[in-house]
């Protein structure tokens, strides 16, 4: 079984400021990959940024970055100079790498991130 | 816009009564998913195709839910005898074969329904 963990079910930010939000998961699985997606409100859910799990480095993708603590279990997502347009649910997720064809996604109950002007 | 799409985008019925949801999946996109997402919550799986074979069903998939995939590839999602536990967004997902697809899932706007 997989679970995924958000302790933190809001958070705000200043425009142009960064903010952290944290994750935690769980798995029986030797490889695997972690994303973070973006739901903006009334909008369909999109993808912020991966990580293999095989890999040590951390995933950046222009503003968003991650910090992976495989042994930790811990999969944090760093957003820098924060936009109005971040403004939206997160989610944390995880699915296997390998091993079959179904490659579900576990997710956690999400961070609602809001930017102040 | 070639992404995952669904129809409706709303629904509300009375209890009792059945629903259909469609997904259109990206078309070259060979596995298919939906799940659930309660308020509050994130998505929670519900069941997965590869082309046209429903390979997984998951325990939340009551004997009220039904879905298809007919030729492998528009997917309905049926509820039949509706009740108001049911009320959720129903999100519908797809990725291609492949390893270099990082198994990332391409999600539609997904299906209101409220259940009075």
Same mark, same amino acid.
């Given at each position: 079984a997989q679970t995924v963990t958000q302790s933190q079910p809001e958070m705000s930010v200043q425009e142009a400021e960064t903010v952290t939000l944290s994750c935690t998961y769980d798995t029986s699985e030797s490889d695997y990959y972690l994303f973070w997606y973006k739901q903006p409100p009334s909008r369909q859910m999109i993808l912020v940024i991966r990580q293999e799990a095989y890999k040590q480095q951390n995933a950046t993708e222009n503003r968003f970055s991650v910090n992976f603590q495989k042994a930790a279990k811990s999969f944090s997502l760093k957003i820098s100079d924060s936009q109005l347009g971040d403004a939206a649910m997160y989610f944390c997720a995880l699915t296997k790498r390998g091993g079959g064809s179904n490659y579900k996604l576990t997710f956690g109950k999400g961070t609602l991130l809001t930017v102040n002007p | 816009d070639t992404g995952v799409s669904q129809d409706p985008r709303h629904k509300i019925t009375k209890r009792g009564q059945n629903v259909t949801f469609r997904c259109d999946p990206i078309s070259e996109h060979n596995r298919l998913y939906w799940y659930r997402q309660t308020l509050g919550q994130g998505p929670e799986f519900l069941t997965y195709f590869q082309n046209e074979a429903q390979l997984e069903k998951s @325990? =939340? =998939?009551?004997? @009220?839910f039904s879905a298809e995939r007919p030729k492998g590839s528009f997917s309905t999602l049926e509820i039949q005898r509706t009740e108001q536990g049911d009320s959720a967004m129903y999100l519908c997902a797809s990725n291609p074969q492949g390893r270099a697809t990082y198994n990332e899932q391409f999600f539609g706007p997904g299906t209101r329904l409220t259940v009075l």
């Open positions: - | @325990r =939340l =998939l009551s004997d @009220r």
